[in-house]
């Protein structure tokens, strides 16, 4: 017998997994990972996209099938085939992305699939809703029954997703990225909530890569890099210096150092811009700002307030219904990708893989691919070979690109190696505006490290930068200027270095601070 089933009762375990392996096409996602998750504890997991995290949760949701390896639940052996077995056994998981129907009010979203009848075939909503309204109350909730889904703001769904867990009584909560989406107060918020879960005696999972929240709210952590265990801990034993290094592997600079700025003559002026989104509503509402030479500009907002729909604009890949989009005194509205480029702006996309770069094509071509009709790397209409793999050579050294060769495909490098291929693309030409969206989502510390170190050392040459970002951390580390958008608004602009975390977050969900 397992020694976790002697002395799961003593040592208060509500949870062990031991040597849980799972494999992938070509990836060991997880790799003989041990973790403990203790009874009334919020736990943090903790590792880069692609760690392993979210595939160990998923095996513990019944998502996936592990390869090897043992689940025990109070001390007994499980074995969990699917998200109904979970769920039978006291576990549920608050998924990134909320598995919620707009069109149903939030009971008939908790009860769907366990919906409460009376005499055995007839719908009991009344009892629902006041089930629902007793778990609102018991753990600090404040959610309407009646209310519609598609009506309620983002951290009102989480507290729905959340209940919904608790409804089908899990004793077990796995959340996932679960402040991805939040301001800075609905983050507050959670963590009050998670914290009275746990005082209730449940016990959580907190999957993130953010490192300050973990020690706002985490009791353990246990760090993954490359599928496998690096360690266990607590917050009184460690620092954000040496998680950061656990994660990576190597000692990282966590908040990159920069002079105060110099700013020039404005070189992006935008206009009273207007645009609609693609279920043609307006999803920019009379947009206005100016980003100037040697200055970081950056677009601060919870992720769906037009962000998005503003830098495809700016880009040439989205039109717009009116107002102007002025780059070094050239009027650029509506016109192309390539004439936008042209005027020597540089393009870090949200979605490399949609608008950086072509996975099919090799490391080199994907390095030439802004500039492939120009010399160096044409003559006329015949592509120069030689010039692409110099520059190629050139760019892998200089921005650390891990790829076995330059003609190896583009999809082909992790994640993190195709955003700083995309980066060093955008970067090694002469540019006048860097835009950059979401620049280091879905990259390692290091290499977040690195790619905020190369969008300052472009302010510090002129360049104007503009940061879209969903990260307030990197807003606040990087920008000189910080503008707040909401539901397609700019609705203030302050100084970076005098902007305080609290006045951001209510900006970003739409109150001025004065009001």
Do not use: C, W
Not at 45 to 62: C, P, R, V
Not at 190 to 206: N, Q
Not at 506 to 512: D, I, N, Q, T
Request: glycine fraction near 8%.
């Amino acid at each position: 017998m397992p020694v976790s089933q002697v002395n799961a009762a003593t040592t208060g375990l509500a949870l062990e997994m031991q040597g849980v392996t799972k494999r992938f096409p070509g990836v060991l996602a997880n790799d003989q990972v041990d973790f403990q998750l203790r009874k009334g504890e919020i736990h943090a997991l903790l590792g880069e996209n692609g760690a392993g995290k979210s595939t160990l949760m998923n095996i513990l949701y019944g998502l996936y099938t592990p390869d090897e390896g043992k689940t025990y639940l109070d001390g007994k052996d499980v074995t969990i085939h699917s998200p109904s077995d979970a769920i039978a056994n006291g576990i549920g998981m608050v998924h990134q992305h909320f598995m919620l129907i707009p069109v149903m009010t939030v009971a008939e979203n908790i009860t769907l699939g366990q919906e409460v009848t009376k005499a055995g075939a007839f719908l009991d909503p009344k009892r629902a809703r006041r089930r629902i309204n007793e778990l609102s109350a018991q753990y600090g909730f404040e959610v309407d029954p009646d209310a519609l889904v598609a009506d309620l703001p983002v951290g009102l769904q989480q507290r729905v997703e959340i209940i919904k867990a608790l409804y089908r009584h899990a004793d077990i909560l796995i959340l996932d990225e679960p402040t991805a989406v939040l301001t800075p107060q609905e983050i507050e918020e959670l963590f009050r909530a998670m914290r009275s879960l746990v005082a209730e005696g449940k016990s959580i999972i907190f999957i993130t890569h953010k490192l300050k929240e973990v020690f706002a709210v985490a009791d353990h952590i246990t760090v993954l890099r490359n599928g496998r265990v690096v360690g266990t801990t607590t917050p009184a034993e460690a620092t954000e210096a040496s998680l950061a290094a656990m994660m990576v592997g190597r000692e990282v600079i966590l908040r990159v150092s920069k002079d105060e700025a110099e700013p020039g003559k404005p070189v992006l002026e935008v206009r009273n811009l207007q645009a609609l989104d693609e279920r043609e509503q307006i999803v920019l509402r009379g947009v206005n700002f100016a980003v100037q030479e040697g200055e970081v500009l950056g677009i601060a907002g919870v992720q769906g307030n037009g962000q998005t729909e503003l830098v495809e604009v700016l880009t040439g890949l989205r039109p717009s219904l009116s107002g102007q989009v002025i780059i070094g005194g050239q009027d650029v509205t509506n016109t192309t990708p390539r004439t936008v480029t042209e005027q020597g702006v540089a393009h870090i996309p949200e979605d490399r893989h949609e608008f950086g770069m072509v996975t099919s094509y090799s490391v080199a071509q994907n390095l030439a691919l802004v500039t492939y009709y120009q010399p160096p790397f044409a003559r006329g209409v015949v592509m120069q070979d030689k010039a692409i793999d110099d520059n190629a050579t050139t760019l892998v050294e200089e921005f650390d690109i891990r790829t076995p060769s330059i003609h190896t495909s583009g999809g082909s490098l992790s994640g993190g190696n195709q955003q700083k291929l995309v980066v060093a693309r955008e970067l090694s030409r002469p540019i006048k505006l860097l835009i950059a969206s979401q620049p280091t989502r879905g990259v390692d510390v290091g290499s977040i490290e690195f790619i905020h170190q190369r969008i300052i050392e472009q302010r510090d040459q002129g360049v104007a930068v503009l940061l879209v970002s969903a990260e307030l951390d990197e807003i606040m580390s990087l920008s000189d200027r910080i503008a707040v958008m909401y539901h397609g608004e700019i609705m203030a602009t302050l100084d970076a270095e005098t902007a305080e975390r609290a006045t951001l977050g209510l900006l970003m969900a739409g109150v001025h601070p004065n009001q």
